[in-house]
């Protein structure tokens, strides 16, 4: 079954459930989509989440507009409700949101059928970062919701002073929420007298107090050895592959595409789920400093959709010259998949010239308005990881997620 085009506008795609009919954005409101600030409802349950008036952060520009996916991973779509002594919630249970992307925060507490914590984030004249919660969290279970994005030092530090503040106010459990963790592409030596900078900001981390670290698809699995601490290692592949099962696409049809050596596990996972479909890898091979690359194809796409996968994009360079690559051998549509959209530049211009049907990503970092194009489709990581925190709060298992 052939794809349909992309639409034509600036704006990225809106993805809505078939089941319920309903499409899930809205215009924006007083710095916040406008769907966000309504009362959301469960059907199966009834629940209610009233959501707390928009964050207010004195140093960084309005959220962009989310684009939320009710079809994330089947039962595990209704929001919950925490049970407690006071107001129906568990008071236990405590999320805060730091400054890079509140708008993830707002949604994983919306599916937790609670409201983010009061904090106070700003910044001196000089840059120095000033954190105060503004309730008690003593004895608490408290998660912080920040990747440390770009930029990522200023998200880095203000991550260590939020938990600093939370183990200073005598919080029982604090669990660093990294939807995307930076510098985790620092993770071995391959060359003389460099440095391994996520074993750096793991002790960081967990010297400032943290007592647990959720990531979402770190970028090599052995980042979470650089730990002291336990950590949950959340996947987002099962949003992504929700929505391009949505596709139906024909299995004959659909090759799965690693863009380099490195992601070949991760795409073979992939293509693994993805009924069982065939598996491509993009060879690259550079003789030396400033010689052109040789790229080689592995496998056969001709007359096919290549699906090409990676854990995040920055400035596109890899995924867009494996997308050539493709269109020479004959593939029929392209498509790129990525959890992380870091989108550094020339990021935008590579994604949208036309070599690629869709690029599919989660919001795991905020997509700014400016760097919206017409394939751009974004998928919310929220359900995913709001359930990943009620199991940990819960002492339930968060592997059984993923199987």
Known sequence: MALSAPSSSSSPRLYSSAASGRLLLSGRCGGFPENTRRVVSAARHGVKCQLVEPLKFSNGAPPCIPILNDRMIPGLLTPRQLQGAEGGSDKRLRIFSGTANPVLAQEIACYLGLNLGKINIKRFADGEIYVQLQESVRGCDVFLVQPTCPPAN???MELLIMIDACRRASAKNITAVIPYFGYARADRKTQGRESIAAKLVANLITEAGANRVLACDLHSGQSMGYFDIPVDHVYGQPV????????????????????????????????????????AIVDKRRHG?????????????????AVMLDDMIDTAGTIAKGAALLHQEGAREVYACSTHAVFSPPAIERLSSGLFQEVIITNTIPVSEENYFPQLTVLSVANLLGETIWRVHDDCSVSSIFQ
């Open 154 to 156: 200023e998200n880095l």
């Open 289 to 305: 400093h400033n010689v052109a690359e040789v790229m080689n194809l592995i496998g056969d796409v001709k007359g096919k959709v």
């Open 240 to 279: 992504i592959l929700d929505y391009l099962a949505s596709k139906t696409i024909c299995s004959d049809e659909l090759v799965v595409v690693s863009p380099d050596v490195g992601g070949v596990a991760r795409a073979r996972a992939f293509a693994k789920k993805l009924s069982d479909a065939p598996l």
